[in-house]
């Protein structure tokens, strides 16, 4: 069954960076259509971060802009997200998301799969 495996959160002080991954693993994947990183604050709602299409088209949040990038390798099926001058309030799980082309549930289409979820700590 197709999977999306996260990695590298963890604790970091203000101003600090972070690199997240997100690799598509196990099952047969075809092609890995968008991705998106999301990230859900204690308490609050998921919220959008950011997205980036297979031709390379990316989309942030206001609120990262400048900040934060998204990229993807579709060779490795992989996508990142390079986090640069982290403030605490970017403090959060933080989850990746993938619309991929796969064989799974029987049939070959396109599904909508999530990580796991990495927590991001910035102290001030």
């Known amino acids: 069954q197709v999977q999306l495996v996260e990695s590298g959160g963890g604790s970091v002080q203000a101003g600090g960076s972070l690199r997240l991954s997100c690799a598509a693993a196990?099952?047969?994947?075809?092609?890995?259509?968008?991705v998106g990183w999301y990230r859900q604050p204690t308490g609050k709602q998921r919220e959008l971060v950011a997205q980036i299409t297979r031709g390379g088209s990316t989309n942030y949040a206001e609120f990262v802009k400048g900040r934060f990038t998204i990229s993807r390798d579709n060779a490795k099926k992989t996508g990142y997200l390079q986090m640069n001058s982290l403030k605490p309030e970017d403090t959060a799980v933080y989850y990746c998301n993938a619309l991929l082309l796969a064989q799974d549930r029987g049939r070959v289409d396109e599904f909508d799969y999530w990580g796991q979820g990495t927590q991001v700590t910035v102290s001030s």
């Open positions: 196990s099952g047969t994947i075809f092609s890995i259509k968008t």
